[in-house]
């Protein structure tokens, strides 16, 4: 069963950089047809796909976020990741790793993880 696990810090003081793991059990996040996506839901507000790293390597971004988040992973750990530097309490969310079949598209997503909650704020 492909399990996903996002970690964080939980509170991040701006400006400074928001750091994020998701941990995958279950399956390798080298598997063709599959991408693996950030989410967020800030408060109120509705689910925000941020972008995703595909099976080879390659990472889209949502458009506005391109120039402020970057998706990496690390095949041996089994991980991927989302920075964002500078962040702003604009960025305070519930933030979610999912993986996405590729096949139909990137927002095509089957599993997700439970979420973590970063709160921005001096």
């Known amino acids: 069963q492909l399990q996903l696990q996002e970690s964080g810090p939980g509170l991040v003081r701006p400006p400074q950089a928001l750091s994020l793991t998701c941990d995958v059990s279950g399956g390798s996040i080298t598997t063709t047809n599959y991408a693996w996506s950030w989410i967020r839901q800030p408060p109120g507000k509705g689910l925000e796909w941020m972008g995703a790293?595909?099976?080879?390597?390659?990472?889209y971004y949502k458009p506005s976020l391109r120039s402020r988040a970057s998706i990496t992973r690390d095949t041996y750990k089994n991980q991927f990741y989302l920075q964002s530097n500078a962040v702003t309490p604009g960025a305070t969310a519930l933030y979610y790793c999912a993986r996405a079949d590729y096949r139909y598209g990137l927002e095509f997503l089957d599993y997700w993880g439970q979420g973590t909650q970063v709160t921005v704020s001096s």
């Open positions: 790293i595909v099976y080879d390597g390659h990472s």
